[in-house]
């Protein structure tokens, strides 16, 4: 039976800060990681398989007999964790209430209306890197449940509607149907009940609700009375760089100074420890949306034709992780008249940051951007700029690598997809060098990703570290009559040193085939066993490429995670049971990448080994001597080694089948790379 963790107890690396929800089989907690400081989601379950799947990075440790999930805080909908929990618990999810409900005082100060350009939903808000719910807007339809006020169908709004909306969302995040079920169940203490307050702010009557949304934060502060909201409240500004989105902004500058400015320590996630502070009114800060002054353009905005888009100019990165960016927006052909008012929302690594400077350039269309780019400036990651106009918005990824490896010519390789977490979608992919050897992305690069020929908005993508994403390789060697000697003896040396060189946590297995195949050692840690098992190889008798390449795509099919599989053979098949076309369906429905490598010989067949990296979205090399094996397999171990990660959010809700297509513009070049996966 679970029992509710106290507040600040330990759990591992983690400080329980406080309680989120429960349902029968787990409980949900906020918590802070101490290790990386840094607030995490934790959730504790009895049995390790009532822990939830559809979590991004998860990690998964047991703690006093417990089984726990932890993921980070930064980025969260709060419709995924209704996924875990059906409701939250009713203290924690006022008490960030009452914070987002003082931000949208500051937004009806200056007389707008949140509701005229967004809209209420589960989807659209969005925990931050502070454990703070934040507005924002999705690059995706989004599909979750609306809380619209009632008067937004005749369009008449006023800050009362938000108020509705913010306290018709309040309820159904704590999992009732109505004010007058809050009251029912009497268990609120406080001068004022939370159930008389949402009953007035959900009043059909506008003129019956709480007028703004601070006069709403004041009431509910009531029954969370550690939160004082008689003065402005900021909120802290982590150590990683993190802006409100500017695409909730377009309206809502105002709410960006709220949620940009700093408050002392993590206090604010765990409302029972923030302490009342009186602060000066936020200082006024440069606006998302940029009205563009000057004469009217004679060029009638009706006349453009073809969609928005932008081109980038130039991109650059200050010392102080600034960065800086220079583009043209066109519509169609022709770049955008004077005039047009335009807004951006930029995003480093996935999390919104606040544009420092913009700057109408005078030529047409041409605008000067900075931002803060911490998230990326050390380790690298993904920026991502959106341009909104004319009722329409266009979006660009771009890749930073901080150490890049400067090559004349790179190319995609090794690309693997995962598709045990469906919906979510993981694609490993190396870049090569003209030689093969591993190699880094030299400076800011565009990424575009497509499934099925559509593009993808929302994902990420990171250079992968080795020691925390471990690999499980399966070797396979060609052990027939034209192995032996010297060529065997090489072969083991090779695959022997590519075995010593993986991580502590990196899985190795090995298959062997001549005429008979077979797994000699089950993928394992055990460097010794896997050493063991390639010193007694033998050579001997026919080669039955097609049937271990059956064995080998059965097994992998099973696995999760990082894979790679690295085949050595010297010769043309001549004793399998399979075709070739058999092992190829096998290996295209395991998505896992084969290296294939070759071993010149009077027997060698090179375009069965093509077309055995090219169906499982591999690479062939070849070694014109055995003596080269050791080169060849360094290499490919250099590959998995560096490898980037992209994970997104399929386009389709139910598995199935398809293409994924990844587009690097790199050093005025363009690499691409289209690989077909099946969904398992």
Known sequence: MLIQRKTNAVVSDYRILDFAGKTAERMLYLAFRRQVRAPYWLVEAEKPEALPNDVPEPERFQFENRNFLAFGVAGTPIAQLLQIVPSFDWK?????????????????????????????????????NAAQVLPVSYLREDTTPRFS?????????????????????????????SPQQLIAKGVFTYEQDLGDILLRATASDPAERYRTGKEFAQALSVVVPSIDVSQPRLTSQPKTQLGLSPASLVAFAGLAIFLLVVTLGFGLWMVKQVQSVA????????PIIIPVTGEATPTPIAALQGPLDFDLLALSFSPECQSRMDIRIKKGTPPIPDGVAVSFDAFANDKPVLLAQQTKVAAAGQYHLE?????????????????????????KSFYFDPNPTAVPKLALSAMQVDTQTYPLITVYFSLVGPDGSAARLAGPSQVQIAQDNLPVSDFTMTLIDPKSNPVTVALVLDVSGSMRGQPLVDARTAAAEFISQLGERDLACLYTFSTQVARIQNCTQDRRATTGALNNLTAGNNTALYDVL????????????????????DGADTASKSTLNDALNRLKQTNVPVYAVGLVSKDYNRAVLRQVAAAAGGTQLEAPKSTDLRALYNQIQGQIKTQYRVIFRSLFPDPRNGNITIRITNANQVIELNRPYFAK
């Open 550 to 569: 059956g064995l080998v795509a059965n097994d992998h099919a099973k696995l999760a995670g990082r894979q790679a599989i690295i085949v050595l053979s």
């Open 279 to 286: 602060l000066e009114a936020p200082p006024r800060s440069e």
């Open 92 to 128: 924690f999810i006022t008490s960030q209430w009452v914070i987002l409900a003082q931000s949208f005082g500051y937004l009806h100060a200056r007389g707008q209306v949140y509701q005229a350009q967004h809209s209420f939903s589960f989807g659209n808000l969005v925990f931050d």
């Open 149 to 177: 006020s009632p008067e937004a169908a005749s369009g008449t709004l006023t800050p009362a509607s938000d108020v509705y909306s913010l306290g018709a969302t309040l309820l159904a995040l704590i999992g009732v149907a």
């Open 371 to 395: 931002f803060p780019s911490a998230p990326i400036c050390a380790n690298g990651g993904k920026l991502q700029l959106k341009v909104n106009a004319l009722g329409e918005s266009a979006a």
